[in-house]
């Protein structure tokens, strides 16, 4: 039998960059940046979020989305900051969409407020892809990690609006080249911030923070 | 397994495209779908899921077809546009980083393929 071919040009992800915009706008009305960390499990996002908002304190007050397959295990240790937090159980779905991230986010207290951190399911592929409305990306990558992954990960730290190199404390312990590590993340996103710090001993972390203080404007 | 989540994002738009015909279509013969390289997207994944998530719906047993988009970028330094070796973000003439995508990123539906036994019009 013969066929027709119907065209279209439907974008697949429009759905979500509905739910998207109207994240952008919250964000927007309330004078709140978001940002959304990625990286594999274990990488040390839950950590960074608890330094970031001890280091942060009442200059920047922090919210926190945290995503997961399951378990609230990473709320519960958010909680303990007496910050805000919402859990978002993804139930097997490896990332975050918009429209999850959307309903928590009108979740949250609208007043005294600053930022919203949002912890994406770890996972280095998966998130990436989605637009959630934040205003940046963020590749969390450990130092116990190997230095190649943004050329294993190139869509991540291509989206990504600064990497966050985590536990540099023990780097004198492995052999991970820093600057082959930082090249590779430069070839892929030429001149965007590498942040390297120790949830140990806090280095980095005030470099990293100022950076945040500036995303709202 | 964002194919999942992609697959059932085809499977609602071929549906809702369907519906939208001014004429009833034929049997939906196939789907064709552009996926930019930077998508990351394993074909067999998503045909998969596909063919998993359009049972018992309209599109139910039309096959998925996908079209690769290679990665093509312009220099904002020098001018240059072509092909990139992902995962290299650079210039292929200048070798400078100051690089726009121009393909690469697509995730869309771009046709149909339906029986013609009516006039479906679109």
């Not at chain 1, 992800?13 to 274990?42: C, F, Q």
């Amino acid at each position: 039998m013969a066929t027709q071919n119907i065209k279209v040009y439907r974008d697949l992800m429009g759905e979500n960059e509905k739910w998207a915009a109207a994240t952008r706008t919250v964000l927007a009305e309330r004078r709140l940046a978001m940002i959304n960390l990625i990286g594999s499990p274990g990488s040390g996002k839950t950590t960074l979020i608890e330094s970031t908002a001890r280091q942060l304190g009442a200059r920047f007050r922090a919210a926190v989305l945290e995503g997961d397959v399951e378990t609230t295990r990473d709320a519960e240790r958010i909680a303990a900051l007496h910050i805000p937090v919402s859990q978002l159980l993804t139930g097997g779905a490896c990332h975050l969409e918009a429209k999850l991230v959307h309903e928590a986010l009108l979740d949250l207290p609208s007043e005294n407020l600053d930022l919203v951190i949002v912890e994406n399911v770890g996972n280095m592929v998966c998130p990436a892809e989605f637009d959630i409305g934040e205003h940046a990306k963020i590749a969390v990558l450990s130092v116990t990690e190997g230095e190649d992954k943004p050329l294993k990960y190139p869509l991540l730290f291509r989206e990504a609006r600064a990497v966050v190199l985590t536990k540099t404390d023990l780097l004198p312990h492995l052999r991970f080249d820093l600057a082959a590590c930082e090249g590779f993340i430069h070839q892929v996103n030429a001149g965007i911030p590498v942040f390297k710090v120790s949830a140990q001993s806090d280095e980095g972390l005030a470099a990293w923070t100022d950076w945040l203080l500036a995303l709202r404007g | 397994m964002h194919e999942f989540s992609i697959g059932d994002s085809i499977v609602r738009s071929v549906i809702e495209e369907l519906a939208r015909l001014k004429t009833p279509p034929g049997a939906l013969r196939s789907v064709r779908v552009a996926i930019g390289v930077m998508r990351q997207i394993v074909p067999d994944t998503l045909v998969f899921a596909y063919e998993s998530l359009s049972q018992d719906t309209p599109a139910a047993g039309s096959k998925l077809v996908l079209r690769a988009v290679p990665v093509m970028a312009r220099c904002t330094a020098c001018g240059w546009q072509g092909a990139l070796e992902v995962p290299l973000f650079l210039c292929g003439a200048c070798q400078s980083g100051e690089i726009e995508l121009m393909t690469g990123m697509e995730l869309q539906l771009e046709s149909l393929e339906v029986e013609d036994d009516g006039h479906a019009e679109h």
